[in-house]
């Protein structure tokens, strides 16, 4: 129980220290510069991202219905242009 309550007594003190001492000076001055650097990046957030990832797979499926009916556009033109082309065909 003694060891117990003495390394309490440690650890609190240690907290105490690296709370007000030099240690948390640092981590506080490294935060802010670091926070200044990645202001300056040109840097989205993770929501930001997800919400674009999830407009272009829209985009993308729509392109591919898109593609999809020009594609039987021109076939149906070209089928429609050859009858054109060749009216001997109609007899």
């Known amino acids: 129980m003694l060891a117990q309550r003495l ?3 440690v650890s609190g003190k240690i907290a105490d220290v690296m709370a007000t001492g030099p240690a948390r000076d640092i981590e506080k ?3 802010a510069v670091l926070s200044a650097s990645f202001a300056k990046l040109d840097l989205v957030t993770r929501e ?3 919400v674009q990832q999830a407009v272009l797979a829209k985009t993308r499926e729509a392109l591919t219905a898109l593609e ?3 594609a039987a556009l021109e076939a149906r033109n070209a089928t429609a242009i050859a ?3 060749n009216p001997q065909d109609d007899f």
Request: net charge negative.
């Open 68 to 70: 999809a009916r020009v």
């Open 48 to 50: 930001e991202f997800e």
């Open 7 to 9: 390394f309490d007594e």
């Open 29 to 31: 001055n490294l935060r």
């Open 83 to 85: 009858a054109a082309e």
